[in-house]
């Protein structure tokens, strides 16, 4: 599966952004059966998980955006989406995609950079 992420860019703290990761060549599975998730890396931490989306309607957020990320999907598109509102300088990092199939392997987007400025 390849994986398009898009959508980051340089904003002011508490201005939002849509990150969209579109998903391609999918073979044994649609991708509704996937399970979707967005991780981030900044500078000098470790990659942590953002926000989970299952393949049915299961989600979850790193407690430190919670109320202001929102991952969802569009099947019908391949597309999923994480908006990201009331951003925060320490919201600052390198996003990237990542769909697990029913068989449990992963795929990984390239990756997108957000910075947010104070």
């Known amino acids: 599966v390849q994986l398009q992420a898009s959508g980051g860019g340089l904003v002011q703290a508490g201005n939002s952004l849509r990150l969209s990761c579109a998903a391609s060549?999918?073979?044994?599975?649609?991708?509704?059966?996937?399970?979707i998730s967005w991780y981030r890396q900044a500078p000098g931490k470790q990659r942590e998980l953002v926000a989970i989306?299952?393949?049915?309607?299961?989600?979850q957020y790193l407690d430190s955006v919670k109320g202001r990320f929102t991952i969802s999907r569009d099947n019908g598109k391949n597309s999923a989406y994480l908006q990201m509102n009331s951003l925060k300088p320490e919201d600052t990092a390198v996003y990237y995609c990542?769909?697990?199939?029913?068989?449990?392997?992963?795929?990984w987007g390239q990756g997108t950079q957000v910075t947010v400025s104070s």
């Open positions: 060549g999918m073979t044994d599975f649609g991708f509704g059966s996937y399970d």
């Open positions: 989306h299952s393949s049915g309607t299961y989600t």
């Open positions: 990542m769909v697990r199939d029913p068989a449990h392997n992963d795929d």
